[in-house]
């Protein structure tokens, strides 16, 4: 069993920048793929970021490729979202997720291929 915990969301500014940490627990954390996701109020959970076991593949949304950095240290069970240029529409709950990977280069986009998940942290973009 994996546990997820999230910090670093807060309140900034329109054109400002956040680093979100996941700290991992509980398991191997290099035999997991991570991704992080957010949900605004009364919207359904979306993709962020994902990265691969080894940290040498990644993927990202449309709306935040060029803006938002996915990273991982696996030394220290943790991964990362670097959040630069941030937007108002980029106001929401981000979590954390988990899941077993066979290969050190996959990488899963879809919330329903992760097992584990955080309890979020909040991200209030300000105008």
């Known amino acids: 069993q994996v546990q997820l915990v999230e910090s670093g969301g807060g309140l900034v500014q329109a054109g400002g920048s956040l680093r979100l940490s996941c700290a991992a627990s509980?398991?191997?954390?290099?035999?997991?793929?991570m991704g992080w996701f957010r949900q605004a109020p009364g919207k359904a959970r979306e993709f962020v970021a994902s990265?691969?076991?080894?940290?040498?593949?990644?993927g990202y949304a449309d709306s935040v490729k060029g803006r938002f950095t996915i990273s991982r240290d696996n030394a220290k069970n943790t991964v990362y979202l670097q959040m630069n240029s941030l937007k108002p529409e980029d106001t929401a709950v981000y979590y954390c997720?988990?899941?077993?990977?066979?290969?050190?280069?996959?990488?899963?986009?879809?919330?329903?291929?992760?097992?584990?998940w955080g309890q979020g942290t909040q991200v209030t973009v300000s105008s």
């Open positions: 509980g398991g191997t954390f290099s035999s997991y793929a």
């Open positions: 997720a988990a899941t077993g990977a066979f290969t050190w280069s996959q990488y899963f986009t879809n919330r329903d291929d992760y097992r584990y």
């Open positions: 990265i691969s076991r080894s940290g040498g593949n990644t």
